[in-house]
């Protein structure tokens, strides 16, 4: 004899399984992940903000 299957259950993890490839498939496809993308946000915002606090002030009236 054969085992008994239930419908919905088998149809459950089909769709686990599939999306689970999707989304392995779309990491390999984008690439990076969210710790990495805000990783290279906050270096970038460091820079920006060393820049600035860098910057000389000028008098805008020895410039006339």
Known sequence: MSNVVNLNQFRKTK??????QRAE??????????AERQAE???????T???EDHR?????SAEE
């Open 49 to 51: 903000r060393l820049l």
């Open 56 to 60: 000389r002030e000028t008098d805008e």
């Open 41 to 47: 946000a906050d270096a970038a915002e460091r820079a």
């Open 15 to 20: 769709a686990r399984k599939e999306q689970k």
């Open 25 to 34: 498939e779309n990491v390999a496809k984008h690439g990076r992940t969210k």
